[in-house]
């Protein structure tokens, strides 16, 4: 029977998803940040995760900073990564994401906090097998560059994947942080030799800047995809490179309306973007911090922008097949998504 309106919740659940873009350090589920900060004797303002919860508000990008430095404080040692990745899985699970690419910044928490690379590679490797082991989702790592942490000139993080204490399932580079003041072309040298060593260009552009951060990162960095780029409408000459050359976007609704790059859900441009035949994917982002799920980010897209079943289905797969997944992945997941599909269409 064709899926109707008020059963799109549950057939969401259902679904078999994929996820590009979600931050291992904004996945902190208030449970999950109080109990780490319980291990590690961290005081996150909060008794209890309930009280924790009520922080978990913000009116502008500097309470939702000091949120996330808040969470990253928690994560110490190898079994706070690993259990923090783990707890990521087992939300995974529940909505029936099969796959993820979750981006991580190494370097955040070496050179800033002084976490051991040895205690980071550990535990995203514990905690990727655990995720597969217990959880049945296969995790790749995306590990990203922050634009106002990182001397350009030092290469820190690109020296660090290519080194011998890098975490397993690394499938590209990123480069996220603070747009304004910090344009991709600085870090076109990292890049370069990610490329070169086989890894993935993966950076946020065109978020909370103009269509010159997606140009740059497209020229410069020879991004194979672009974190959020809703700013690309801006220029038409843009949308048609993008559209011709089918570079896909990694969009993230609640997340730019949380941090007021747009208004609010319904005039969010996600239907916009899909209207201009950019190969959109659509993504969480920090789902702990911005209390969302992928579930929730698809059913918003079906009732606030008019997706269809057959568009949804056509989201994940697009997902898949712009992924890192191994073939053999892809082949599996992309049966159950039919499986699924042809289940609704009866």
Not at 175 to 196: N, T, V
Not at 208 to 233: F, K, N, P, Y
Not at 333 to 339: A, F, G, N, S, Y
Request: net charge negative.
């Amino acid at each position: 029977m064709t899926v109707q309106h008020n059963d799109y919740p549950t057939w969401l659940t259902s679904l078999p998803k994929v996820e590009l873009h979600v931050h291992l350090e904004g996945s902190l589920r208030p449970q999950t940040m109080f109990r780490l900060a319980k291990r590690n004797g961290v005081d996150v303002g909060a008794e209890s995760p309930e009280e924790l919860l009520s922080l978990y508000q913000f009116k502008n990008f500097e309470d939702f900073a000091r949120l996330f430095f808040t969470g990253l404080a928690v994560l110490r040692t190898a079994d706070d990564f690993a259990d923090a990745t783990v707890a990521l899985a087992a939300e995974l699970a529940a909505q029936n994401v099969r796959y993820a690419e979750v981006t991580s910044t190494a370097l955040t928490h070496h050179q800033r906090r002084g976490v051991a690379l040895e205690e980071y590679r550990d535990g995203l490797n514990e905690g990727r097998r655990r995720a597969s082991a217990d959880h049945g989702v296969d995790l790749a790592w995306i590990c990203d560059i922050s634009r106002q942490t990182e001397d350009p000139s030092s290469e820190a993080t690109i020296n660090y994947l290519l080194g011998p204490l890098a975490p397993e399932g690394v499938v590209g580079l990123g480069l996220g942080g603070i747009e304004d003041g910090f344009p991709p072309e600085l870090f076109a040298s990292s890049f370069k030799r990610a490329k070169a060593a086989g890894l993935a260009s993966l950076p946020h552009a065109g978020e909370t800047v103009g269509a010159a951060s997606v140009w740059g990162a497209l020229r410069a960095l020879g991004a194979e995809r672009i974190g959020h780029g809703i700013h690309c409408l801006e220029d038409p000459t843009l949308v048609d490179h993008l559209r011709e050359h089918q570079i896909p976007l990694e969009v993230a609704p609640t997340s730019n309306v949380a941090l007021k790059i747009a208004a609010s859900p319904d005039t969010h441009p996600l239907a916009e973007l899909v209207a201009s035949g950019l190969h959109v994917t659509i993504n969480t982002d920090d789902p702990a911090y911005f209390q969302t799920t992928l579930t929730d980010e698809l059913l918003l897209a079906h009732r606030l922008h008019g997706f269809s079943r057959e568009q949804l289905v056509q989201a994940q797969l697009r997902a898949l097949d712009v992924s890192y997944a191994p073939a053999a992945t892809k082949s599996r997941i992309r049966e159950e998504l039919q499986k699924h599909d042809q289940a609704a269409a009866r």
